[in-house]
């Protein structure tokens, strides 16, 4: 079996060393940061997400801190209007096997992170930013900023968005500006008015912004989040934002819709980022994957769903390889999975454009069509994303 080698520890990278290690790899995974944690708020989990977690041995674990959810509702944010809902209970999970849910991020990767050192093949290393590889006929070594040298047999770039590894192998530059700024905050559940407190994620939609919100942490607290479609030019990750600044960008939002921002506090802010579709992640012994190879807007909750999808993937394609073998293994990973992670790319930047923020007509269109669907074509309209099992579907 392969030592394999892994740039990031976040969500992708940990369900990748779990995935690997546990086919009888070896793998060390290599962190920038000095600690391995995860920042930020709510995060949605699909029946694939599940699908995934449950064959990467932590399903249960993310089960016990998170929210089932009863429904996925969609609203006009200016009228109020009940547009349409998804119901997510019995012929949801009937059909797709699993439940949705939505967890705080720390509460999916707790549990990996757990796994991880629970396995005396895993390596953790913090304080090791990736600064380049090189590879030869032998194996692909990798040099950290520090000065530090490791080798294996094949390198994962897990490192995000901004992953040097892709940035060594494909050279495509900064990612993609949306345009789009979404303001986030994470607020105690006793703050929430028992009226309010839905067990949904309820979308409001309204001109060029939308607003979503969802309990988390067990139902503990509540997870807000609002976007704004302002034309933003230059990335912005986690800055501080002040109360009065957030509210007075959604002047047009309904009254109960405005109740519920009005909650937040201790907002931060990020300007949204993603890349094209690529057909190649691969440069011989090295791949990538999760948003270092498909980043992502998050308007189809889909990033993390993938970047799990990945990892049980491409450990089943590098089950019993060494050597040599893991250059068409890679390649095959790369084959297997682009077009399912393309197409998820591209949906999510047309749910932004076309199903959250189109303003007059175009609204009144977008509410007639989805409140004309039933239950089971809404079903239908999901089932490639959260329906299929073997991650290959488009």
Not at 191 to 198: D, G, N, Q
Request: hydrophobic share 40%; net charge negative; with cysteine.
């Amino acid at each position: 079996m392969a030592h394999i080698l892994i740039a990031g520890g976040g969500i992708g990278g940990l369900a990748t060393a779990l995935s690997l290690t546990r086919r009888g790899h070896r793998t060390t995974v290599l962190e920038r940061a000095g600690t391995f944690a995860e920042i930020g708020a709510g995060i949605q989990l699909g029946p694939n997400a599940f699908h995934a977690l449950d064959r990467l041995g932590v399903g249960e674990g993310v089960r016990a801190r998170a929210v089932f959810i009863d429904e996925l509702r969609f609203m006009d944010g200016t009228t109020g209007e009940k547009v349409a809902a998804m119901e997510l209970t019995g012929a949801y999970r009937q059909r797709f096997g699993n439940p949705y849910a939505v967890v705080h991020r720390g509460d999916l990767y707790q549990p990996l992170l757990a796994a991880c050192q629970e396995l005396a093949g895993v390596t953790l290393v913090p304080d090791a930013s990736v600064e380049r590889y090189e590879q030869d006929a032998e194996g692909v070594t990798v040099h950290t900023a520090d000065g530090r040298s490791f080798t294996g047999a094949a390198l994962i770039g897990a490192d995000g968005i901004r992953s040097t590894v892709r940035a060594q192998m494909l050279g495509d530059g900064e990612p993609r500006v949306s345009g789009h700024t979404i303001y986030r905050s994470v607020i105690p559940i006793e703050k929430v008015p028992e009226e309010l407190r839905w067990n949904t994620v309820t979308l409001w939609a309204g001109p060029k912004w939308h607003f979503v919100h969802y309990m988390i942490g067990g139902g503990e607290y509540l997870n807000l989040a609002v976007t704004r479609d302002n034309g933003a030019t230059v990335p912005v990750t986690g800055r501080a934002t002040e109360r009065a600044y957030v509210l007075e960008q959604f002047p047009g939002i309904g009254a109960t819709a405005r109740r519920l921002l009005e909650l937040g506090d201790e907002w931060r802010e990020w300007v949204l980022c993603d890349r094209d579709p690529v057909d190649g992640w691969t440069d011989g012994r090295v791949g990538l994957i999760g948003d270092a190879a498909h980043p992502m807007l998050q308007y189809a909750a889909q990033g993390a769903c993938q970047a799990l999808e990945d990892a049980v993937v491409l450990a089943e394609l590098l089950a019993d390889v060494d050597g040599a073998a893991v250059v068409p293994s890679l390649e095959k990973f790369n084959a297997t999975r682009r077009e399912r992670t393309g197409r998820t790319q591209e949906v999510a930047r047309l749910m932004g454009s076309e199903l959250y923020h189109p303003a007059g007509e175009l609204a009144v269109e977008r509410n007639r069509m989805l409140s004309a669907f039933s239950q089971e074509e809404l079903y239908d309209q999901v089932s490639w994303l959260h329906g299929d099992r073997a991650f290959t579907g488009v």
